[in-house]
């Protein structure tokens, strides 16, 4: 038998908002990554792109991409906006989640850029993008990642005649990110609770809160804490804490509240949750301590509670696909239990039934 080609995607983001970069090249890929950082980058040291730019001012900047096999390689470029995940994790990369409804300037439609660069054997090019700023002014930063993917080529691997074979295609991807503001105004974040329902993440039950940051401003170093209880009652029955996350500029995401193999039950709850985030010199808030049990003060603090109700049909229908829900048959038991009794009832009553008409018998016959 022989099994089909399946597809490992490795995406590496070498270069993340306020971290110090990576620029080196790993053996695991094909071509490397240089920014070139221009003038009017604000803090030089950083190796990904955060510029100042006048509003409607034009700009290119360049990517450096060097190749130092033997062979060509085509490489595959696209922009994006910053979206944040169900990980509470900046993405600067492609990926499925819908841009917010508050992202007025998508950085994608503000970025013209080559949609493949060939680089030749032993070679390097300077990939331009050529930058746009909306005309109209504004505080606060465009935030995106420009992403450079090696193109897909068929590579097959062919499985000997006497055993199974598996394929696998690696993919890589470089992910630089890349800022654009106007000026250097503190834009103060603002977060909304939207909306709170069951749903699955990996096929195992959650509870998710979508949260929205509508402002053009990460909210750095987040930690968040949910309890989920019974609508008036004050006993906890799920509950989450992170910290150490991040929240991209106009964008929302879905904290999930994990089950941990817990079945969904029909009813009404009420979740409460408090979200943190710029870590503060002075403790405009405490919240207590993080996950390395380090006390940890923060500028901004939000605090949601909301009701939401679990209808016995969404309980069903999530626990069948639960890979961790283990199926209870107490019923099924007892069913059969009672069945069974109610047989050997009716068993006896024949019995009976039949031994009382023999007994007549005999007495009429006696007669």
Same mark, same amino acid.
């Given at each position: 038998?022989?099994?089909?080609?399946?597809?490992?995607?490795?995406?590496?983001?070498?270069?993340?908002?306020?971290?110090?970069?990576?620029?080196?090249l790993?053996s695991?890929?094909?071509?490397?990554?240089?920014?070139?950082?221009?003038?009017?980058?604000?803090?030089? *040291? /950083?190796?990904?792109? &955060?510029l #100042?730019?006048n +509003?409607? $001012?034009? =700009?290119?900047? @360049? !990517?450096?991409?060097?190749?130092?096999?033997?062979?060509?390689?085509?490489?595959?470029v696209s922009?994006?906006?910053?979206?944040?995940?169900?990980n509470?994790?900046v993405?600067?990369?492609?990926?499925?989640?819908?841009?917010?409804?508050?992202?007025?300037y998508?950085?994608?439609?503000?970025?013209?850029a080559?949609?493949?660069v060939?680089?030749?054997p032993h070679?390097?090019?300077k990939?331009?993008?050529?930058?746009?700023?909306?005309?109209?002014?504004?505080?606060?930063?465009?935030?995106?990642g420009?992403?450079?993917?090696?193109?897909?080529?068929?590579k097959t *691997? /062919?499985?000997?005649? &006497?055993? #199974?074979?598996? +394929?696998? $295609?690696? =993919?890589?991807s @470089? !992910?630089?990110?890349?800022?654009?503001?106007?000026n250097?105004?503190?834009?103060?974040?603002?977060?909304?609770?939207?909306s709170?329902?069951?749903?699955?993440?990996?096929?195992?039950?959650?509870?998710?809160?979508?949260?929205?940051?509508d402002q053009?401003?990460?909210?750095?170093?987040?930690?968040?804490?949910?309890?989920?209880?019974k609508?008036?009652?004050?006993?906890?029955?799920?509950?989450?804490?992170?910290?150490?996350?991040?929240v991209?500029?106009n964008?929302?995401?879905?904290?999930?509240v994990?089950?941990?193999?817990k079945?969904?039950?029909?009813?009404?709850y009420?979740?409460?949750?408090?979200?943190?985030?710029n870590?503060?010199?002075d403790?405009?808030?405490v919240?207590?301590?993080?996950?390395a049990g380090?006390?940890?003060?923060y500028?901004?603090q939000?605090?949601?509670e909301?009701?939401?109700?679990?209808?016995g049909e969404?309980a069903?229908?999530?626990?069948?696909k639960?890979?961790?829900?283990k199926?209870?048959y107490t019923?099924?038991?007892?069913?059969?239990?009672?069945v069974?009794?109610?047989?050997?009832?009716?068993?006896?009553?024949?019995i009976w039934?039949?031994?009382?008409?023999?007994?007549?018998?005999?007495?009429?016959?006696?007669?």
């Open positions: 038998m022989k099994f089909k080609k399946s597809l490992l995607t490795l995406i590496i983001t070498i270069l993340a908002v306020f971290s110090g970069g990576l620029t080196s790993a695991e890929f094909s071509f490397a990554v240089t920014p070139i950082i221009p003038d009017n980058q604000i803090d030089k *040291t /950083k190796t990904f792109f &955060d #100042k730019l +509003a409607g $001012q034009k =700009e290119t900047v @360049y !990517v450096q991409l060097q190749n130092d096999l033997d062979r060509a390689v085509k490489v595959d922009v994006n906006s910053a979206t944040t995940n169900t509470v994790i993405e600067y990369g492609k990926n499925s989640i819908k841009p917010d409804k508050s992202l007025k998508d950085l994608a439609k503000y970025v013209k080559p949609k493949q060939t680089l030749n070679s390097a090019v990939v331009p993008f050529e930058l746009q700023m909306p005309a109209e002014a504004f505080n606060g930063v465009m935030a995106g420009i992403t450079f993917k090696e193109a897909k080529t068929e *691997t /062919k499985a000997s005649s &006497d055993e #199974k074979g598996l +394929a696998i $295609q690696n =993919e890589y @470089y !992910v630089v990110a890349l800022l654009m503001r106007q250097e105004t503190t834009v103060a974040p603002k977060v909304q609770m939207n709170v329902k069951p749903s699955q993440i990996n096929a195992r039950n959650v509870i998710l809160s979508n949260l929205q940051n053009m401003t990460y909210i750095n170093q987040v930690a968040i804490d949910a309890e989920i209880t609508k008036g009652d004050s006993r906890v029955l799920y509950d989450e804490h992170k910290d150490a996350l991040q991209a500029p964008s929302n995401f879905n904290f999930p994990n089950l941990n193999g079945p969904l039950e029909a009813g009404d009420h979740i409460k949750l408090v979200m943190d985030g870590k503060s010199a403790g405009k808030y919240r207590g301590k993080d996950s380090k006390e940890v003060r500028q901004n939000w605090v949601f909301k009701d939401f109700t679990i209808t969404v069903r229908d999530l626990n069948k639960d890979v961790t829900v199926t209870d019923w099924l038991f007892v069913l059969i239990g009672i069974m009794l109610l047989l050997v009832l009716f068993i006896i009553w024949l039934r039949k031994k009382k008409k023999n007994e007549e018998e005999e007495k009429r016959k006696a007669e």
